[in-house]
């Protein structure tokens, strides 16, 4: 499920940016949230969840570079623009610089 940010605490939601550009190594001013994938575990994975959670923490490794994502996965940088398509990824995190 996608939550929209302006639904969140305004307090949350400036955790989770300094957390993302932690990982994406920015500054937290260069990161605009455009929506936050919720996950409810409810045991095992089906295969369609399983690959959007690869490619989202393969696609944040590489700090949202196209290349680098397809490097991690050893797939095509086209194979990771229809996943980040597919998935509703490539229109989540919007990074400014």
Known sequence: MI???????PELREK???????????????VTLAGV??????GAFNLNQAEKQV?????VNAAGNISKT???LGVTRKTVYTLLKKH???SLINING
């Open 3 to 9: 939550v929209e940010p302006n639904k969140l605490d």
């Open 16 to 30: 989770l940016i300094q957390e993302i550009a932690g990982l994406l190594k920015t500054k937290p001013e260069l």
């Open 37 to 42: 994938v919720v996950q409810l575990q409810q």
């Open 55 to 59: 490619l989202l923490q393969a696609y």
């Open 70 to 72: 397809a490097l991690l």
């Open 88 to 90: 509703q990824i490539d």
